[in-house]
């Protein structure tokens, strides 16, 4: 994977997944050892996180990701960088690329963007999120999330729940996990679907109580409320009774049924305090579990997984 660009799950193969999953499980004894997590695997390479939308988790796990490894990171923030002055995207990038950096970990509002960045840079593109299209490496800390909580992931079953339409996470989800022989189920108002289905073998429920019987895990979604149009769902309560994730639905779904949900959460909307909070809940999990996911994808396609 050395030098690879990683814009997008779904041109990774079973064996590559499998070989960032084992890295990351070196990565999080590391990060849980607890003194000294300074690695020289990375020393002399700089990576810059250019971020055009907001992010807590994404960016600064990858910025811990790559100082743990030694490597100099930057991050530029888009509100007091030259885009807020106009500059465009293409002389955004070349300008980063100027400065001798070997990675740039990019977030965009436009779908393609990071296949843009490849085309017209030469350092290795990390897609940190581009519109509704991709998140590759929420797909990875999601599967390497359940590995750990349940021991494997091939024939385990998924519900991926509530607003796949606007979701890259949903997106990513799907081909990381389907790879990795699970079975995938998605349950959303029929508005928060894809209009043009482009998932082989995903069951779709409307009844969220029918997507929850026997599935292992429920991975639910953000409602987008920045990327949603008017009238996509009748109202947030009505949302929340339909769909929500809340106690009373958890006792239809398995006693070691496993919860993520990608952060930040709407609370109350899509999921209940109690939930998040719950035993079966590994959403904090998924946090610490980024950092390591993020140190192996920089470590294979920086440093050669040395
Ligand atoms: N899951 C996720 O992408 O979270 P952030 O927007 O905080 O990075």
């Known amino acids: 994977m050395f030098g690879k660009s990683v814009t997008a799950i779904k041109n990774f193969s079973a064996e590559e997944i499998r070989t960032v999953l084992d890295a990351a499980y070196k990565f999080k004894q590391i990060i849980r050892r607890g003194g000294n997590k300074k690695l020289s695997n990375l020393r002399g390479k700089a990576i810059v996180n250019l971020f055009y939308e907001p992010s807590t988790r994404t960016r600064t796990s990858f910025e811990l990701a790559g100082k743990y490894l030694g490597a100099d990171v930057v991050s530029i923030n888009s509100g007091t960088s ?84 606007h979701s890259r996470v949903a997106r990513s989800d799907v081909y990381a996990m ?90 109350g909307l899509e999921i209940s305090s109690a939930v998040t909070y719950c035993e079966q809940s590994a959403i904090h999990d998924q946090v610490q579990n980024g950092v390591a996911v993020r140190m192996a994808l920089l470590d294979l396609t920086l440093g050669g997984g040395a």
């Not at 300008?95 to 977030?107: F, Q, Y």
């Not at 436009?110 to 509704?132: L, R």
């Not at 073998?201 to 991975?219: F, M």
């Open 82 to 165: 030259s885009i807020v002055k106009g500059e465009s995207l293409r002389d955004t990038l070349r300008t980063i690329e100027a400065m001798g950096v070997d990675a740039i970990v990019m977030r965009h509002k436009a779908e393609g963007a990071a296949d843009f960045a490849t085309q017209v840079v030469k350092p290795v593109i990390i897609n940190a999120g581009d519109g509704a299209h991709a998140h590759p490496s929420q797909a990875l800390l999601d599967l390497f999330t359940i590995e750990q909580r349940k021991g494997r992931l091939a024939g385990l079953k998924v519900a991926i729940v509530g607003d796949i339409l």
């Open 178 to 267: 389907t790879r990795m022989g699970m079975e995938v189920r998605f349950a959303g108002f029929k508005t928060l679907l894809p209009r043009f289905f482009e998932f082989d073998g995903v069951k779709v429920y409307e009844s969220l109580d029918e997507a929850i019987s026997g599935v292992d895990v429920i991975n639910v979604l953000r409602i987008q409320l920045e990327r949603q149009q008017a009238g996509l769902f009748p109202s947030t309560r009505e949302y929340a009774r339909v769909f929500g994730i809340n106690d009373e639905r958890l006792r239809l779904a398995a006693d070691d049924v496993l919860i993520l949900h990608p952060g930040p959460q709407n609370k």
